[in-house]
């Protein structure tokens, strides 16, 4: 309870990652469709479920390709920032809609193999958990919306320019 000139009222509790993500577009994309509610590694479970509508990345042009990881990143930046507010926290680990964009984007800017995504996949996921220098940095220096969506673009990245320094030493 709050009182603010003399007017009593009750705080309204924040919502559960559950009830957000089930309650609203903000929440079924922040969460992932659901996938960032698992009780183990939800951004490992976020990235995995982000293959799904990756593979209708595959036959497109690179440049389509990015213009949806554009609009991706865009709308996470509000759903992500709607869902942390309503939680409560800075950048709750069940929110994975940048762990979606950070995939889509890694494997937009790779060779359309399996062999190839997968690597970026896991190159993706290694850069995103661990986060070294200058990932870490940037997602210290942005907060909201863009500081939970930021980091994970300069994880794809940089697991893009990895998968791409391998395949000029050793070609396929």
């Not at 995504?117 to 907060?143: C, H, N, Q, T, V």
């Not at 919306?145 to 050793?170: K, T």
């Amino acid at each position: 309870m709050s009182t603010q000139d003399g007017i009593i009222s009750v705080n309204k509790p924040a919502q559960t990652p559950r009830q957000l993500a089930f309650s609203s577009l903000a929440g079924w994309l922040a969460f992932g469709f659901g996938s960032g509610l698992s009780r183990h590694a939800p951004g490992t479970a976020g990235s995995a479920m982000a293959l799904l509508p990756a593979l209708l990345l595959w036959p497109l042009p690179m440049v389509w390709g990015l213009l949806i990881v554009a609009l991706a990143f865009a709308v996470g930046v509000w759903c992500c920032q709607v869902c942390a507010n309503q939680m409560g926290q800075a950048d709750p680990g069940a929110i994975v809609w940048d762990e979606f964009v950070g995939v889509w984007l890694v494997l937009v800017l790779v060779p359309n193999t399996v062999m190839l995504w997968l690597l970026a996949w896991g190159l993706f996921r290694g850069f995103d958990i661990i986060k070294p220098w200058p990932i870490s940095a940037l997602e210290r220096r942005f907060g909201g919306g863009w500081g939970i969506m930021i980091d994970d673009v300069l994880a794809a990245l940089m697991a893009a320019a990895v998968v791409h320094a391998g395949l000029a030493l050793w070609p396929m």
